[in-house]
C-alpha cells in the first residue's frame, strides 16, 4: 500500500473511531468533536481511561500497537462500567465494534474514578505479561535483537554457536513493515513451523509487479553511523523467495523485506567503490583491502599427508583449524594462510595446496551469471557498487548487474526488446539509484553464501549491527562446561587486537547491584 493509501486509510480510522465512541467521550465531560480530530482524540481518551499520555505513541509503533489496540478497547469499556469478563472477550472478538453497541444502545454511566488496578491476581499477571512482551518487543524491534551465528562464513571472527546482540540504532532502526505479525519471532513459529505473520505469497505472485498491499512503506530511523568498509553487519537476505520452514517444502514465495532471512557478513564493499576479487583477495578502487586484526579470511586448502592421521585435538588446539574433513591420502581444510603456513611445518604434512579457481575459469553460479565474464569466486570484477544518486550508462553488457536493481529492490518495470531497454514504458540509457548499495562476503572465503552469488545488498535490506557476543555454545565439544566458550562470554564484536571477555566485570556489576538491593531493604525494615 502507498503512503497515500495508508493515509486515507489513517482518515477512516478516525471516522470510525468518532462513530463509535462520541457520545462515550460526552458522557465523560468532554465536546463530541474531540473524538475526531485525529491523535488529539487519542490524548484525550487517554485522559477519559485514566492513562498516561505516552500510551498515544504505543498506538503509532508498528507491532507494538496490535497488542495496544485491545487494551485500549478493554480500558474504554471498563471506564463506563463494563468490566465483566464477558465484555471483555467480545470487545476484542469483535476488534473493537463492541464499543458501537455500548455507544448507541447501552444507557452507560462513566467512572471516572475507577479502580485501575486488576482486581483478580490472574488479571495482575496477564497484566504484567502482556506489558512486558511489549516492553520487550520494543527493545527488540528498534533498540537490540538477539541474534544466533547458525554457519560457519566468518568462522574465526563470529563462530557457529554465538549468540550476539545486533544493534537497532547504529544504522537506524527499520519500522516494521509487515503489519500483522507476532511479536518478537522472524518468519516462523516456532515448534509448529507456520508462518508467524499475515501477507500476501502466493507463487503466482512471484514477480516484479508483486506488492503486497498490507505492507508499510520503507521508513527508518536515522542512525549515528553509516556502514563503513569491514563493518559485520546483519540484513535480510535479498534473493529469500524459498519457502522453508513452513507446511509446504520448496515453494517459491515472495517474502516481505522485513521477514527475508537474517544474514550476517562482512560489508568488504560501499557505496561508489569498484570492487574486484583477484586470487581470492579483494581489492577496492585497485588497493588490496586491509582487514581489521579480528577478521581472519579462510580459504579451502588439500593437505596430502600419504594416508596418515592428524590428531583433531592437535589440529583444533595447536593450529586453531575448525574444519577439516579426510580426502583422498590427506585433508581438506579451511584455514588462513598464516595457519596454512604453521601447519606446513609438521613432518607428517607431505604437501599444502591452496583450491584457489584461476582467472577465466567460468563458475555459472558467479553474479552477475553472465558466461562471457569468465568469473568465479577468486577471480571476478571490477563491479561498480551502486551508490544512491549517482547513475550508470545501461547497456545490454551492463543491464544484467542492475536488472533485479530496478526491478525488485526499487519496484519499476523493465523490458528488453533487442537492444531497447524500456523502464516503466519509456526508452532508457541510463538509470539513477534510489538508494546505496553494499557488497557482503564472510571470512570463510570458499565456504560463505554471498554477494559474489547473488549481488548487492540494498540499504532497506538492512538490519543492524552486531556488537557484543553473550554466549557462545560448541555444541561438538564433550560435557557442558567444555561446550560453553568462557572466553567469549561477553565480549565485544569489534575492535583491536584480541577479544576480551568481560564477564568478571558483569558478575561483580551483579554483585554489587544484589549488596546494594539488600543493604536498601535491609535499612528500610
Not at 601447519?343 to 604437501?351: C, D, F, G, H, W
Request: some cysteine.
Amino acid at each position: 500500500m502507498t503512503i497515500t493509501g495508508w493515509f486515507i486509510f489513517f482518515l477512516v480510522i478516525q471516522v470510525v473511531h468518532f462513530l463509535g465512541t462520541w457520545k462515550l467521550y460526552v458522557k465523560a465531560g468532554r465536546q463530541a468533536w474531540e473524538a475526531l480530530i485525529p491523535i488529539y482524540n487519542a490524548v484525550i481518551l487517554m485522559k477519559i481511561i485514566n492513562r498516561p499520555w505516552w500510551w498515544v505513541i504505543l498506538l503509532f509503533i508498528p507491532i507494538v500497537n496490535l497488542m495496544m489496540f485491545p487494551i485500549v478497547w478493554v480500558e474504554t469499556i471498563r471506564s463506563f462500567g463494563r468490566t465483566s469478563t464477558l465484555d471483555s472477550f467480545l470487545v476484542i472478538l469483535t476488534l473493537g465494534l463492541y464499543i458501537f453497541y455500548i455507544n448507541y444502545a447501552l444507557d452507560v454511566t462513566y467512572r471516572a474514578e475507577r479502580d485501575l488496578q486488576p482486581q483478580t491476581a490472574a488479571g495482575e499477571w496477564v497484566s504484567s505479561i502482556v506489558f512486558a512482551i511489549i516492553a520487550a518487543t520494543i527493545v527488540h524491534t528498534y533498540v537490540m535483537q538477539p541474534y544466533t551465528i547458525p554457519t560457519s562464513s566468518l568462522e574465526k571472527t563470529l563462530l557457529v554457536g554465538d549468540f550476539l546482540f545486533v544493534s537497532k540504532f547504529h544504522y537506524g532502526a527499520r519500522i516494521p513493515m509487515t503489519t500483522v505479525a507476532l511479536p518478537m519471532v522472524h518468519d516462523t513459529i516456532p515448534f509448529i513451523k507456520s508462518k508467524s505473520y499475515l501477507a500476501e505469497d502466493d507463487a503466482t505472485k512471484y514477480n516484479s509487479s508483486w506488492k503486497n498491499k498490507t505492507q508499510l512503506p520503507y521508513l527508518r530511523i536515522p542512525g549515528f553511523q553509516k556502514i563503513k568498509r569491514n563493518d559485520i553487519v546483519v540484513f535480510s537476505w535479498p534473493v529469500d523467495t524459498v519457502e522453508r520452514f513452513y507446511q509446504t517444502p520448496n515453494r517459491l514465495i515472495k517474502k516481505p523485506i522485513d521477514k527475508k532471512s537474517n544474514y550476517v557478513k562482512r560489508c568488504v564493499g560501499i557505496p561508489g567503490d569498484s570492487l574486484s576479487i583477484i586470487d581470492g583477495y579483494i581489492y577496492i578502487n585497485g588497493k588490496q583491502t586491509v582487514l581489521p586484526d579480528r577478521a581472519k579470511p579462510q580459504y579451502r586448502f588439500t593437505v596430502n599427508t600419504d594416508g596418515q592421521s592428524l590428531s583433531p585435538t592437535i589440529l583444533t588446539k595447536r593450529y586453531n583449524i575448525r574444519e577439516f574433513g579426510r580426502f583422498g591420502d590427506g585433508y581438506e581444510m579451511f584455514m588462513t594462510d598464516k595457519e596454512a603456513a604453521m601447519l606446513a611445518k609438521n613432518p607428517m604434512v607431505k604437501s599444502i595446496v591452496k583450491q584457489t579457481m584461476e582467472k577465466g575459469s567460468l563458475d555459472p553460479s558467479i553474479f552477475p551469471q553472465v558466461n562471457s565474464l569468465g568469473w568465479n569466486r577468486d577471480n571476478m570484477g571490477p563491479i561498480y557498487i551502486p551508490e544512491q544518486g549517482k547513475t550508470v550508462e545501461l547497456t545490454k553488457e551492463t543491464l544484467p548487474f542492475y536488472k533485479r536493481i530496478i526491478t525488485e529492490y526499487e519496484n519499476n518495470s523493465l523490458i528488453v526488446n533487442g537492444d531497447e531497454i524500456l523502464i516503466n514504458g519509456k526508452e532508457a540509457n541510463s538509470y539513477t539509484f534510489k538508494q546505496n548499495y553494499y557488497w557482503m562476503m564472510g571470512d570463510n572465503r570458499h565456504n560463505s553464501e554471498d554477494s559474489r552469488f547473488w549481488g548487492f545488498v540494498p540499504f532497506d535490506h538492512v538490519v543492524g549491527k552486531p556488537v557484543f557476543i553473550w554466549f557462545s555454545w560448541d555444541a561438538n565439544a564433550t560435557g557442558i562446561m567444555n561446550k560453553i566458550r568462557w572466553n567469549r562470554l561477553f565480549t565485544t564484536v569489534g575492535g583491536d587486537g584480541e577479544p576480551v571477555s568481560y564477564l568478571p566485570w558483569f558478575i561483580g556489576a551483579m554483585l554489587i547491584w544484589r549488596g546494594f538491593v539488600y543493604y536498601r531493604k535491609k535499612k528500610q525494615a
